[in-house]
């Protein structure tokens, strides 16, 4: 055939994979021109691969070693391997919950996203709805950014903004939050494309 190839997608996410089934919903309805080739957790029984697997998408467990945070470099250059052999174009971080070093960020150079559920550079790290809420901020929001070697640090792509209502609870900002997310990271993923 010859024609222009979709882009290659890999997803890595350590939870319910509600980012990931976005991605795949923007791809089924036409908003997005990608595969997803793979997707991989470090959680074993984490839905995001349950998720994969009935969309007919590859399914794999990353064994970090037992470490809760680390993400052991060994494993890292595995990974980078195996996702240039799958010719993997752009790899989307989605609640994935370990920080990515050398290994994969030399391999896939500006070709590595993350979805982070605040307004970055506000709030870094685990539960930003909560800190958000807990520093009394009035917009909260979610950031997609290239990854670097820093917590949350890379070049921001795009963002949304939600407010945050006087009743709120860390649940119902996160609720709100994830609303954006899943329109969000698709159209981010569109952008990034076309920069590529
Ligand atoms: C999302 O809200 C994502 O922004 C966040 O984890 C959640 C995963 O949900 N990521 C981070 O906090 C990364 N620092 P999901 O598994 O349903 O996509």
Sequence with gaps: MGGVMSLRLAVLGSGSGSNCQSIFNAIADGRLDAEVVIVLSDHEDAYILERARQ?????????CGGFKNKFPLEVQEALAKKLQELHI???CLAGFMRLVKAPLLEAFPRRILNIHPALLPAFPGV???TQALNAGAKQAGCTVHYVDAGMDT?????????PVLPDDTPQTLHARIQVQEHILYPAAILSAISRL
Excluded: F, P
């Design 55 to 63: 969309h007919g998408v590859r399914a794999e467990y990353m064994d």
């Design 89 to 91: 174009d752009l790899i």
């Design 127 to 129: 539960e930003a709805w």
């Design 154 to 162: 890379g070049e921001i792509l795009m963002q949304a903004y939600v």
